[in-house]
């Protein structure tokens, strides 16, 4: 553990003035988080902190009740402006991988020596109440830092918040710009609180509610009370999300999109139509539906079964349509001598079709415990474009909240997650292809298997200190590497 809180490493190579910031900042944040915890533990305060928090602060991630009964501590109380929303976080977190072994590694192969790495997320969300039933909202983020061997060669990668993509520009950017509508169906109410998405403090029980303008498709599908936060909980971008959902986004995981949800009491229906990106992993959206679109259905059921505690169950499909190539079109081409390796992006510009399904649950047993699992599976012949390399996944997992110990803004949760890919996406990466994220040159298939697990503390109001570690057998579904073991370092910010 003395390697992981001392001085950060880097790999020699030519950085930017940003990036240079951020390692002068990375032993300063680990002394921040050790300093946060001495204070923790020599302070009654904090405690009384807990049991007192800001009356106006927005509801927790994974609180699964319609309204939150206690608001989640925040840095700065929030103004209770009946129009306006301000809020903001910071989500800075830092990784760390020992040597492993690897007798070979290509293009796109995680590093075996020992490296770490940083991130920073830096999020200002506002919003504008126009009506009783419209409302404008737009997030700003600015990120910055790194993800160990630049988020190459894992298909469960283990930080979500990082760009997958280290050239892109470190300046603020419109992450969120929607227009949110509210049509009511009925005349029955239920309250809600209010966050960074919805400002309304009641809403009716059956309505149709409209979403138009840039968003991410996870902020509302496949999303999970227990595993779809890295602000709070697991870092894994295989179990914050399901590896197979192939959700149309750009390279930081924003698009632009039409949704439409259903709610009613105890169901729910969404359906979005959103843009894809022009080249696998691109930044730049391709505005031509006819050529390049993608459409999103989820259906979600609420159920009061094991002890009175509301589960909830969500089924997922969807369809994309842009410009990728075929796996074994491009193993037929190379074994015809027209590629010299496998090249996916070998082809001329075409409409092609990927498809998937994916299903989703999470069953609280108390007020304090509760399991929730995935599973998922795309058709795994046209290539991985927009998210992921992973064909099929299986989660299981459960997640806990510190009321058990007296600490109820605390929470801990550990999950299994098993990745695969279709025997065209093994074979091409056997023969030497590479994808957008994997490529060892060769491959001896297996499943790639990752435990990972957490701690998240409530320090003092909007500080949240964390604790992780993800194991990880098979990297990149290679059974000749590995295992590799990641402990983390996060510090959350809320205000």
């Not at 492993?100 to 919003?127: E, H, I, K, M």
């Not at 969404?270 to 259905?297: C, S, Y």
């Amino acid at each position: 553990m003395a390697r992981i809180l001392g001085p950060l490493r880097r790999r020699s190579k030519k950085t930017s003035s940003s990036d240079n910031q951020m390692r002068c900042f990375l032993p300063q944040f680990v002394l921040a988080v050790c300093a946060t915890f001495a204070i923790f533990a020599g302070s009654e305060g904090v405690a009384a902190a807990q049991e007192q928090p800001p009356a106006d602060a927005h509801p927790p991630a994974d609180d699964a009740s319609p309204a939150a009964s206690d608001p989640l501590p925040v840095m700065v109380p929030h103004q209770e402006w009946d129009r306006l929303w301000l809020s903001g976080q910071v989500n800075i977190i830092s990784q760390w991988h020992p040597t492993f072994r690897s007798p070979y590694q290509g293009p796109n192969s995680l590093s075996p020596q020992a490296q770490d790495a940083s991130s920073r997320v830096l999020t200002l969300f506002t919003g504008l109440r126009l009506s009783n039933s419209t409302e404008l909202l737009c997030d700003v983020q600015e990120t910055g830092g790194h993800g160990i061997g630049e988020a190459l060669g894992l298909a469960g990668f283990t930080n979500l918040d990082v760009v997958r993509n280290p050239t892109l520009s470190k300046e603020p950017y419109v992450a969120r710009l929607m227009i949110h509508e509210i049509i009511p169906l009925g005349h029955a109410k239920t309250p809600s609180d209010q966050n960074q998405y919805s400002l309304f403090r009641e809403l009716p029980e059956r309505r149709l509610e409209v979403r138009f303008g840039k968003f991410s498709l996870a902020d509302f599908f496949d999303v999970n009370t227990y595993g779809a936060d890295s602000n709070f909980q697991f870092l894994n971008w295989t179990v914050d999300n399901a590896g197979t959902y192939d959700y149309a986004a750009d390279t930081r995981g924003y698009t632009f999109a039409a949704m439409f949800e259903y709610h009613d009491r105890w169901w729910a229906a969404r359906f979005a139509e959103a843009l894809m990106p022009k080249v696998a992993n691109g930044i730049h959206l391709d505005a031509d539906m006819a050529r390049a679109r993608a459409e999103n259905i989820e259906f979600e059921i609420h159920a009061k079964t094991i002890r009175k505690q509301t589960g909830i169950v969500r089924f997922l499909t969807f369809v994309n349509h842009a410009n990728m190539g075929d796996y074994r079109q491009a193993i037929d081409n190379f074994l015809a001598g027209q590629t010299p390796t496998p090249e996916i992006t070998a082809h001329p510009l075409q409409t092609t079709i990927k498809f998937g399904f994916g299903a989703n649950f999470e069953q609280p047993l108390n007020d304090w415990f509760a399991v929730f699992g995935r599973w998922g599976w795309n058709e795994g012949r046209h290539e991985s474009y927009a998210y992921t390399e992973v064909d099929q996944t299986d989660q299981f997992g459960a997640g806990l909240k510190g009321s058990l110990w007296k600490r109820k803004w605390d929470r801990a949760g550990v999950v299994f997650v098993s990745n695969g890919i279709s025997h065209d996406h093994q074979e091409y990466l056997a023969l030497g292809g590479d994808g957008f994220l994997l490529g060892d040159g060769r491959l001896n298939y297996g499943r790639e298997n990752i435990v990972e697990t957490y701690y998240t503390l409530h320090a003092w109001r909007g500080v949240y200190p964390a604790f992780g570690l993800q194991y990880i057998n098979n990297p990149g579904y290679n059974r000749d590497r590995g295992p590799v073991l990641v402990p983390s370092l996060r510090l959350h910010v809320e205000f």
